[in-house]
């Protein structure tokens, strides 16, 4: 059986897939935060991609995210959830019918980052963002990674304290004067 994410609608990256084809073709990737793979098999299956790298612990954790922060855990996966998502994410990439295409990187996103050659990557699929300040300081850890041109995306755009916001003091570090655009769930913005 090979899973086919053809035209998948269902994906946080749904939204910017054709803005990723925009890039051209052969493209090289990153999606931070894979979960159960279900947005890495997305931009797998609909567009071109070289390599795309999948970057995430698996551990358990709690998110934050809310569209008015109140600082309350808002859900948390346990471990045991997390192997399952791993799992989940694993043969998903295994039966994809591309797994040669595909790199995880099953680490801390910040140790992971290291692993990766400034200026290498096409496009960011940012996806594991749980508050402000792990936002800010891995979109400005991974933000070196992407191409001049390139795209750094990502979900939860309606998160605008915790995402938005923290996203804007990273362009103005690194003096880049591209807008954040969002539309629905997702953000991008131009390097």
Request: glycine share 6%; aromatic share 12%.
């Amino acid at each position: 059986m090979t899973y086919s994410f053809k035209n998948h609608d269902k994906a946080d990256v749904t939204n910017l897939i054709m803005a990723i084809n925009l890039l051209g073709e052969n493209l090289v990737g990153l999606e931070l935060g894979v979960f159960q793979g279900s947005s890495l098999m997305t931009i797998l299956h609909n567009c071109s991609i070289k390599k795309l790298y999948g970057v995430d612990h698996w551990k358990g954790y709690t998110d934050y995210l809310s569209r008015e922060p109140n600082y309350q855990p808002v859900y948390t996966v346990s471990d045991e959830d997390s192997e399952y998502n791993k799992l989940t994410a694993l043969h998903r990439i295994k039966h994809s019918g591309m797994k040669d295409k595909v790199t995880i990187i099953e680490a801390d996103s910040l140790e992971a980052v290291k692993k990766i050659k400034d200026k290498s990557l096409d496009f960011i699929f940012f996806d594991a963002m749980m508050d402000e300040d792990q936002t800010y300081n891995e979109a400005l850890a991974y933000y070196p990674k992407i191409k001049s041109g390139g795209y750094f995306m990502g979900d939860d755009a309606f998160c605008k304290e915790q995402v938005i916001m923290p996203l804007t003091r990273v362009l103005k570090h690194y003096k880049n004067v591209n807008s954040i655009v969002t539309y629905g769930r997702c953000f991008m913005f131009k390097i």
